[in-house]
């Protein structure tokens, strides 16, 4: 008896931070996405040391009052979810509330916020000591540096892999951030040089144009776009042409609901819509969006939310596979790319 304790919550962060925080890849992904619900136009990130010494995620969102400057560090806090039945609803998806708990608690923090009248607050979260906190002057919007990851949990660093991988994988991540928000600027720079920059779609910047850019050089000829609807489900693919084709699945990109994911079977559906213009082995360079009913996808399956449960997934398959093949008949490629005869 007497065995069982209900662990402090400086533990319990640590635990749920192993489930959200395993690279800097991910807390960049977790603080962009703030920055984006906070309603942000403009995300300029920056990075030493592949992210491990410092990630500074700067928007110009919404802000917080200096009341959650400190209380978004709990666990559990959330300004995005009130009621049980959101839960079903959820359009923003995935964990609520741990993000910042837990990467409070495996790093230094350092938050600057402010709401526009030109003053702020400034919250210092050290794990082991006490907050600090004071006024500041800023504008509107949100900075967060996050440096020394994993200072205090020295396994994990070491599963980080070289500066190289950790520095590509934040720089893809937030590539993704970028493709699924057309209507916001994004930016990273590390100690070198600017890795990233792309403006928001405008009146001379087509989502088409975006996205090639984003999906990097090479993309010569531009992107096709297909579009398709059915049922509630409804598609929009924008292609390269099939002579860009890959042997891996790297150029291929699927987002549900906006949302990044690394979905096997929902990558071959698109490799099947392509079938007709594309040798066996080979992956389609793509963007593709997938809408689907809220209700119908379930984001919670895996922490790190790049996989989802689909409750039709034969429909989603079929949408996909159906308005790549469909649309193939006047994509302007065929001519170069049908086989004789
Ligand atoms: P969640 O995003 O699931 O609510 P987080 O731990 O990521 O949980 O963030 C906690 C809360 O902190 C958010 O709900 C939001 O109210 C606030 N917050 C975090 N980052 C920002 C930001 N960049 N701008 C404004 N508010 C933010
Ligand atoms: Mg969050």
Known sequence: MGIVRRMDEALANRIAAGEVVERPANV?????????????????????????????VEDDGGGMDPEDAL??????????????????????????????????????????????????????MVPGQPVQQRSISRTQGTRISVSDLFFNTPARRQFLKTDRGEAAAAKSWLTRLAMANPDVAFSLRDEKSERLRVAAVGPTYSEKDRL?????????????LFEGEREGYSLRAFAARPDLSRRDRRGLMIFINNRFVDDRRLQQAVVEGF????????????????????????????????EVRLAQPRLAFSVIRGTIADGLIDAPWLEINLPEG
């Open 28 to 56: 960049l992904k977790e603080l962009v996405e703030n920055s984006l619900d906070a309603g942000a136009k403009s995300i300029n990130v920056s990075m030493r040391g592949a992210g491990v010494e410092e990630l500074v």
């Open 71 to 124: 209380a978004c560090f709990q666990r559990h806090a959330t300004s995005k979810l009130t009621q049980d039945s959101d839960l079903f609803r959820i359009a923003t998806m995935g964990f609520r509330g741990e993000a910042l708990a837990s990467i409070s608690s495996v790093a230094k923090v350092v938050l600057q916020t402010g709401q526009g009248a030109g003053i702020g607050h400034e919250v210092v």
């Open 212 to 224: 090639a850019e984003l999906m990097g050089k090479g993309i010569s000829g531009g992107l096709y």
């Open 275 to 306: 079938r007709s213009v594309l040798e066996v082995g080979r992956h389609p360079v793509a963007v593709v969006f997938l809408k689907v009913p809220p209700g119908l996808v379930d984001v919670n399956v895996h922490p790190q939310k790049t």
